[in-house]
């Protein structure tokens, strides 16, 4: 039996924590043993508590850079995979890939997998800070015995980079078989008969939900839904009480897809930085009309023809042949 410890920076609810969740509790269990450790806590150590996961707080381990804590934080790993002397380390988001693939080489850990849940260096930064990210994004792929991305976008930059792109291999995220409620919760949030356009996720800048509230502003028919939470949240509000749109544009705060996706007559994802987005295929699997940005995966979830590539069995069937 092989023992594989996840590490991820976060542990609230996004992309990255679904999929660390859904490999975490889905693999094998008379082949795997499975850990799961992460930085700052949420309800993905909360679901993997129910599930009966072991888990791990990296309590020195934030998003923000700041070498006291980084140092701090490569130590606890070492300490953490030099105890637990996993034979898979799987790596996921930027800092904990960094961190955890140089104390995992240190530790000698025998197999070091780090995804991508879309590059880094997409986001809107200055040319300095994007070009510090990709050579840090690098080194992670160095340190790594293979580079997972979720979408062919980011596979061709992968590819791409010295050294690392023959260890690279693209794996869609997957979804399992969907079961829709009623969408109410959003419905009753409006006046009847209104057409609700709505997006989910995180309230963040690569969100990007001020360009929903923005396009409200001009249209004075559309009626808009932001279901999640975030540090967005207050700069949101006010933008939304400024324009006087509080009738018309609603914060949801967090609820699962399976419960408003209903509720919706087009779902809009305005994001300027994406990997495979889990909600994406959630919104085309309950058969709305969608408008996005073209950015990361999203094309090739749009313009998939077979909807089976991004199935969670497909996900965990590839993952394996990685594992092994």
Request: glycine share 8%; no cysteine; charged share 25%.
């Amino acid at each position: 039996m092989k023992k594989i410890l996840y590490l991820i920076t976060k542990a609230n609810w996004g992309g990255a924590q679904r999929y660390v969740y859904d490999l975490a509790t889905n693999l094998p269990k008379d082949r795997f043993e499975v850990r799961v450790a992460f930085g700052t806590e949420g309800l993905l150590a909360q679901k993997l508590e129910e599930k009966g996961v072991q888990t791990f707080s990296i309590k020195s381990m934030h998003r923000d850079i700041s070498l006291t804590s980084d140092v701090s934080s490569f130590f606890e790993l070492l300490t953490l995979f030099r105890k637990e002397k996993p034979d898979i380390v799987h790596l996921n988001s930027s800092k904990a890939g960094g961190i955890g693939a140089l104390a995992a080489r240190v530790a000698g850990v025998p197999k070091i997998i780090f995804t991508a849940h879309g590059w880094p260096f997409w986001e809107n930064r200055s040319t300095l800070a994007r070009a510090l990210i990709y050579l840090f994004s690098w080194l992670t792929a160095v340190l790594s015995d293979k580079v997972i991305t979720v979408s062919d976008y980011d596979l061709k930059v992968a590819k791409e980079m010295l050294f690392v792109g023959h260890k690279a291999v693209r794996i869609y995220n997957g979804i399992g078989e969907q079961t829709f409620g009623s969408g109410e919760i959003i419905r009753q949030s409006f006046p009847k008969s209104v057409r609700i356009t709505g997006t989910i996720g995180e309230l963040n800048k690569n969100k990007n939900q001020i360009a929903l509230i923005e396009e409200a502003r001009k249209n004075p028919d559309m009626h808009v839904a932001i279901v999640g939470d975030g540090e967005d949240r207050r700069f949101l509000i006010k933008k939304i009480e400024e324009y006087n749109l509080d009738d018309r544009v609603k914060i949801i705060g967090f609820n699962w897809a399976s419960n408003v996706l209903k509720g919706f007559d087009v779902f809009a994802l305005p994001s300027i930085k994406e990997g495979l987005p889990y909600v994406l295929l959630e919104a085309k699997a309950a058969g709305l009309p969608i408008v996005a940005n073209r950015v990361g995966g999203v094309g090739e979830i749009l313009d998939a023809k077979d909807m089976s590539e991004f199935s969670l069995t497909r996900m965990l069937e590839k993952t394996l042949t990685v594992y092994n």
